[in-house]
Nanobody, 127 residues
């Protein structure tokens, strides 16, 4: 298993949750790691990303200011701190990793462009 998510669950609106993603093998040395999510009846969408070198982050507008992505390279872990959760944040959350990214590319937001993808963890936010 290259990527394994954990930390999902049921939370009330306004609450917080922290997701974790354990990376192994080549995925652990990926140049960029991201979180995607897929809500019920919706397309999978990009949520946040972080570069291995420099730690530059990028967020989708709807989560900006509420979610924080972080990465612990020494432990091969990716995190997503989610605050002020809303019912519309209900989704399966996936982590993804990509090996190699051109220096002029700021962010990779397409699911199919990642080399490794996790199985997902369910987050449900009740009103």
């Amino acid at each position: 298993v290259s990527l394994e998510e954990s930390g999902g669950g049921l939370v009330q609106a306004g609450g917080s949750l922290t997701l974790s993603c354990a990376a192994s093998g080549r995925a652990a040395s990926s140049d960029i790691m991201s979180w995607f999510r897929q809500g019920p009846g919706k397309e999978r969408e990009f949520a946040a990303s972080i570069r291995r070198i420099g730690g530059n982050t990028h967020y989708e507008n709807s989560v900006k200011g509420r979610f924080t992505i972080s990465r612990d390279n020494t432990r091969n872990m990716l995190y997503l701190q989610m605050n002020n959760l809303k019912p519309e944040d209900t989704a399966v959350y996936y982590c993804a990793a990509r090996i190699g990214i051109p220096s002029n590319i700021v962010v990779v937001t397409q699911w199919h462009e990642y080399d490794y993808r996790g199985q997902g963890t369910q987050v449900t936010v009740s009103a």
